[in-house]
């Protein structure tokens, strides 16, 4: 860990300690590291004796399988969230835009504390903790936790495994270190099986239907991205009717599964003409910036953004600046 990033957790936990009352927010449709980390810090520093609230700007529900890990009940609408909080923490969220409609307490509240580790955080808080080696944002909250001198216990294990187990794709990106933190998080009592299987492999039988309809419609170009290859997907509102978020979620990660294809995306459409776009690299393409050029952000192999209009022009966008991004890559 680099000087700076241990000064900069101090500096978070003094903010902290000193706190009453602290509002934690994850990014827009939050995932299971964003809220998954929003609520470790949150059960941690209620057992401290804080008033605390764990929130994120939309959608209105919470994903039904993150519900588990909120054992103290800490979770309130965004509506619920004070005009002016005291201190404010932002969790897994790269840029100010990813809080959505809450963004504009960044302005109003008396302290900011961001925990990330996306590399392009411009660091928008009043003290920011962004680790870009960190493999999940829940790791920055666990080594704050440590700083804070709080117990590891089974509730507080179990948010940061389930950041952790999903950012890693089960532990396939991740640092010998971060296999010692796994290890940890078990020997405080989480069970990896139980708390990994609803996040990643489990789905109501209608989720087969859907993918039935929506990968026999998925389309690979060999001859793209200086002939690495790029496959895609479009999920529809009507294609997702029914479904939950996480099953629309999960489509990219069999679609990246193609082999002729170094970056796979998934399109899924949130509201009509809007959707929300999935990038994921095996290697050798910086998704990240791709998804940059069109106003996203993300990590280097897991990207995203969002756009407006007809499925294909968003494609043909996508494709630009897939080439472009891609044959630097290749040059
Ligand atoms: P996913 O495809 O799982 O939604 O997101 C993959 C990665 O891209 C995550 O690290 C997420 O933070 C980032 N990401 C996804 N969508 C957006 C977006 O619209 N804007 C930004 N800045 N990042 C995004
Ligand atoms: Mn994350």
């Given at each position: 860990m680099t000087d700076d990033l241990s000064a900069s957790l101090q500096a978070a936990a003094e903010v902290l300690r000193a706190a009453t009352d602290v509002t934690l927010l994850a990014h827009v449709n939050p995932d299971a590291d964003a809220l998954g980390s929003a609520l470790?810090?949150?059960?941690?520093?209620?057992?401290?004796?804080?008033?605390?609230?764990?929130?994120?700007?939309?959608?209105?529900?919470?994903?039904?399988?993150?519900?588990?890990?909120?054992?103290a009940g800490l979770l309130v609408p965004a509506t619920e969230v004070p005009r002016s909080p005291e201190v404010l923490v932002a969790l897994d969220t790269g840029?100010?835009?990813?809080?959505?409609?809450?963004?504009?307490?960044?302005?109003?509240?008396?302290?900011?504390?961001?925990?990330?580790?996306?590399?392009?955080?411009?660091?928008?808080?009043?003290?920011?903790?962004?680790?870009?080696?960190?493999?999940?944002?829940?790791?920055?909250?666990?080594?704050?936790?440590?700083?804070?001198?709080?117990?590891?216990?089974?509730?507080?294990?179990?948010?940061v495994y389930a950041g952790l187990v999903t950012d890693t794709r089960s532990f396939r990106h991740a640092r010998p270190a971060t296999h010692e933190v796994a290890a940890r998080l078990l020997a405080a009592g989480v069970d990896g099986e139980a708390v990994a299987r609803p996040l990643m492999?489990?789905?109501p039988f209608g989720y087969l239907g859907m993918l039935a309809k929506v990968l026999a419609r998925a389309s690979l170009d060999v001859a793209a991205v200086g002939g690495r290859g790029f496959v895609h997907a479009v999920v529809t509102l009507e294609d997702a009717a029914g479904m939950r978020p996480e099953e629309?979620?999960?489509?990219?990660?069999?679609?990246?599964?193609?082999?002729?294809?170094?970056?796979?995306?998934?399109?899924?459409?949130?509201?009509?003409?809007?959707?929300?776009?999935?990038?994921?690299?095996?290697?050798?393409?910086?998704?990240?910036?791709v998804a940059q050029l069109l106003g996203g952000g993300g990590h280097r192999l897991a990207a995203g953004f969002t756009a407006e209009g007809d499925a294909a022009v968003v494609l043909e966008k996508l494709r630009g600046a897939l080439e472009a991004v891609g044959s630097k890559a290749l040059g």
């Amino acid at each position: 860990m680099t000087d700076d990033l241990s000064a900069s957790l101090q500096a978070a936990a003094e903010v902290l300690r000193a706190a009453t009352d602290v509002t934690l927010l994850a990014h827009v449709n939050p995932d299971a590291d964003a809220l998954g980390s929003a609520l470790a810090l949150g059960l941690a520093l209620r057992r401290l004796g804080k008033t605390v609230r764990v929130s994120f700007g939309a959608p209105e529900e919470v994903p039904e399988t993150l519900r588990d890990l909120d054992a103290a009940g800490l979770l309130v609408p965004a509506t619920e969230v004070p005009r002016s909080p005291e201190v404010l923490v932002a969790l897994d969220t790269g840029s100010v835009g990813r809080l959505g409609p809450l963004a504009d307490r960044l302005g109003t509240a008396g302290q900011v504390v961001v925990l990330d580790h996306h590399v392009s955080n411009p660091g928008f808080g009043t003290v920011n903790v962004v680790d870009v080696e960190a493999e999940a944002t829940a790791l920055v909250v666990l080594r704050l936790l440590d700083v804070l001198g709080v117990e590891l216990d089974e509730p507080v294990a179990r948010c940061v495994y389930a950041g952790l187990v999903t950012d890693t794709r089960s532990f396939r990106h991740a640092r010998p270190a971060t296999h010692e933190v796994a290890a940890r998080l078990l020997a405080a009592g989480v069970d990896g099986e139980a708390v990994a299987r609803p996040l990643m492999d489990s789905h109501p039988f209608g989720y087969l239907g859907m993918l039935a309809k929506v990968l026999a419609r998925a389309s690979l170009d060999v001859a793209a991205v200086g002939g690495r290859g790029f496959v895609h997907a479009v999920v529809t509102l009507e294609d997702a009717a029914g479904m939950r978020p996480e099953e629309v979620e999960s489509v990219v990660d069999l679609v990246r599964t193609t082999a002729e294809a170094e970056v796979a995306a998934v399109l899924k459409e949130l509201r009509p003409s809007y959707w929300s776009v999935s990038l994921r690299a095996v290697s050798a393409v910086d998704v990240r910036e791709v998804a940059q050029l069109l106003g996203g952000g993300g990590h280097r192999l897991a990207a995203g953004f969002t756009a407006e209009g007809d499925a294909a022009v968003v494609l043909e966008k996508l494709r630009g600046a897939l080439e472009a991004v891609g044959s630097k890559a290749l040059g």
